[in-house]
């Protein structure tokens, strides 16, 4: 499983395009679809960035759920509803929708947050608070990374 490491600064175009690293195009080159697949947080003003094969296996998770339950319905409508597929042009790069842009409050440049699995489009100045916020309820909460399952 290929994962998403770091942080990358980049700049948008006029037109919205932007560079995806290059270490997450690389963890994405085995997905069928080559680009990214975003969906708005519900919890911050920033994208959640994943590949295709994983967009799968999210839906297979809400087989958990009753089909028609409120609960799967919700889930599903948050995520998939909204998600965009963002295919890569010759240049590694995507084209943001102005209407991410604006949710993200996104102007000239754009910042990838590696998060294992999945990676995070965030306006660079609202990353930098919420990684402290991050650092700050780790340290509050004496949080460690629990042991792996057998």
């Not at 690389?26 to 967009?55: H, T």
Request: glycine content about 4%; proline content about 5%; some cysteine.
């Amino acid at each position: 499983m290929a994962l998403f490491l770091s942080t990358y600064i980049n700049k948008i175009d006029a037109k919205g395009r932007v560079s995806v690293p290059a270490n997450f195009r690389s963890a994405l080159s085995c997905n069928p679809f080559q680009g990214i697949v975003v969906f708005k947080s519900r919890k911050y003003n920033s994208l959640e960035g994943f590949g295709m094969d994983d967009m799968e296996k999210i839906a297979q998770r809400l087989d958990h759920f009753d089909l028609f339950s409120d609960s799967q319905d919700d889930l599903a409508t948050s995520i998939f509803a909204e998600a965009r597929q963002l295919p890569f042009d010759s240049d590694g790069r995507v084209v943001l929708p102005e209407d991410l842009r604006e949710f993200c409050q996104l102007s000239d440049k754009v910042a990838f947050v590696g998060m294992g699995q999945k990676f995070q489009i965030w306006q660079p100045e609202m990353l930098q608070k919420r990684l402290q916020e991050a650092r700050d309820n780790v340290q509050r909460q004496k949080l460690t990374i629990p042991p792996a399952r057998e």
